[in-house]
């Protein structure tokens, strides 16, 4: 199977995503947690590190859960919000 590459936003999304997990289990050991959410070390560590960046909607809303983060924590941290629309505003121009 081959698969398309990854964009720069998916991959900034990822290493976002594995931060917050990183920061979220804190001093528990990678093993604990993974075997917690019912997933290999080497996955988490590979989610953790950002090679794998677009993990299984499942696995991370396991991870979530044992690391007590809510899904709406994960959207708000790893999402980009979109950069401000410019705004232009339409002047009606006088009738003469």
């Keep these: 199977m081959v698969r398309t590459p990854l964009t720069p936003e998916e991959r900034e999304r990822g290493e976002r995503l594995g ?3 990183r920061e979220a289990r804190g001093s528990r050991s990678m093993a ?3 075997a917690a959410a019912g997933l ?9 590190t950002g090679r794998a ?3 299984a909607f499942f696995t991370v809303a396991a991870l979530a859960g044992v ?11 790893c999402v980009p ?13 006088e009738a003469a």
């Design 40 to 48: 290999s070390a080497e996955t988490l560590r590979k989610i953790e």
């Design 19 to 21: 931060r917050l997990l």
């Design 67 to 77: 690391l007590g983060l809510s899904m709406d924590e994960l959207v708000t941290h």
């Design 81 to 93: 919000v979109p950069a401000a629309m410019p705004v232009t505003v339409a002047v009606p121009s």
């Design 32 to 34: 604990e947690i993974a």
């Design 53 to 55: 960046p677009t993990p």
